[in-house]
């Protein structure tokens, strides 16, 4: 409850403050806070990449729920969207840049190619980036439309939600210590 | 002068060196013994006005001898006259490079030694283009599995065999129904 305070000059006691205090777990608190703010790591592989360009821009606008930060720097990134077609030559510098993900970090696979490889039953092709990257959300389409990438990312958020935020969020961290 | 005038001096010059020409619908080819292919295409270049290379490409004629055949598709920037130039390489011949003649030959000639694995003799940088350096195999043989074939550079790429559930889709001309025109898939070795 907020009262209106009448009395600007005394700030020792501000009722408005006072009355903003909410009690909750460490956890919830933690995850609220990321799953709102969400950077991306735009790994824009293929026409995949357009669909996620639409996405962030104003139309389907994801600064909506916290993820317009694109950041083309993996140490500053919490999710990785892999979109589009991940060729061999290209798989181990998409592993690399996931290595260089600080945690806590989430993969998504946008689209068909980077989900299972897509049409691309090939020699050259990796057939899905879970062979590489433990992977979050998959996310069906050739490419999907904004609004698929927009669910799956919120599908992430509600993942993220009910995860433990160390010891499910900061494995890596985790195996170093043990 | 047009491609079929070209043709025609071609043979005047090279007589027997050249062994077939072709005309379909207005397309002109030439088939040059790979020994002189070098010289054939330097007439078209120098003499002839074929000024540009379009594209430079391969076939694999599987089971034939000879087995490969590289394809010059030039044209002139004047009047668009085009000209194709083929050529016979059996598996262990080299090929004159044709980047003396057309600087935009360098990458073309590459991808064919990528893909196909036919070396361009005088190349001046005769490695991979579309796959990496290391990798063993030459992929548009038809001889490979479109799956692939296992490989692993350590940090540089590795690949694997992709799923095709009983494909690849192949199409046989001839068949006497969609079924066995386009079976589920043809076997190789």
């Known amino acids: 409850m907020v009262s209106p305070s009448t009395n600007t000059l005394h700030t020792s006691y501000d009722s408005k403050i006072e009355g903003n205090l909410i009690f909750t777990r460490v956890d919830a608190a933690i995850n609220w806070m990321r799953k709102n703010s969400l950077w991306p790591m735009p790994m824009g592989l293929a026409c995949c990449a357009i669909e996620l360009m639409a996405t962030a821009s104003s ?27 991940v060729t061999y030559k290209m798989a181990l510098a998409v592993k690399r840049i996931w290595d260089q993900m600080p945690e806590p970090k989430w993969c998504v696979a946008m689209g068909a190619c980077a989900s299972s490889g897509g049409m691309f039953r090939s020699y050259a092709v990796l057939q899905g980036i879970d062979k ?3 992977v979050d959300v998959y996310i069906s389409g050739c490419p999907p439309r904004p609004e698929a990438l927009i669910e799956g990312l919120m599908k992430l958020q509600k993942k993220i939600e009910g995860e433990h935020s160390t010891m499910d969020q900061k494995k890596e961290f985790i195996d170093q210590i043990s | 002068m047009s491609a079929a005038d070209d043709v025609t001096k071609l043979r005047e010059v090279f007589g027997a060196k050249i062994l077939k020409t072709v005309e379909f619908r207005g397309e002109q080819t030439v088939y040059a013994e790979l020994g002189s292919l070098h010289d054939v295409l330097a007439k078209c270049r120098n003499d002839l006005g074929y000024e540009m290379v379009v594209d430079i490409s391969s076939v694999d004629h599987f089971g034939d001898d000879p087995r490969f055949e590289v394809v010059y598709e030039i044209c002139s920037l004047d ?35 990528d893909m196909m694995g036919i070396p361009f003799e005088g190349h001046p940088n005769l490695k991979r283009i579309l796959m990496w350096e290391g990798y063993p195999f030459y992929p548009l043989r038809k001889d490979f599995p479109l799956a692939g074939r296992p490989s692993d550079m350590p940090d540089v790429a590795f690949t694997g065999v992709a799923p095709l559930e009983g494909g690849p889709f192949v199409t046989c001309s001839g068949g006497e129904d969609t079924v066995r025109r386009e079976p589920r898939s043809r076997a190789i070795d």
Do not use: C, N
């Open chain 1, 59 to 85: 139309r389907f606008d994801i600064s909506r729920f916290g993820m317009e930060v694109m950041r083309f720097s993996p140490r500053q990134s919490d999710v990785l969207i892999v979109s589009g077609t």
């Open chain 1, 132 to 134: 590489l990257i433990p």
């Open chain 2, 79 to 113: 009047d668009s006259k085009h000209l194709r130039v083929k050529a016979a390489v059996a598996e262990d011949e080299k090929v004159p490079t044709a980047t003396d003649l057309w600087a935009g030959a360098d990458w073309h000639e590459r991808e064919v030694y």
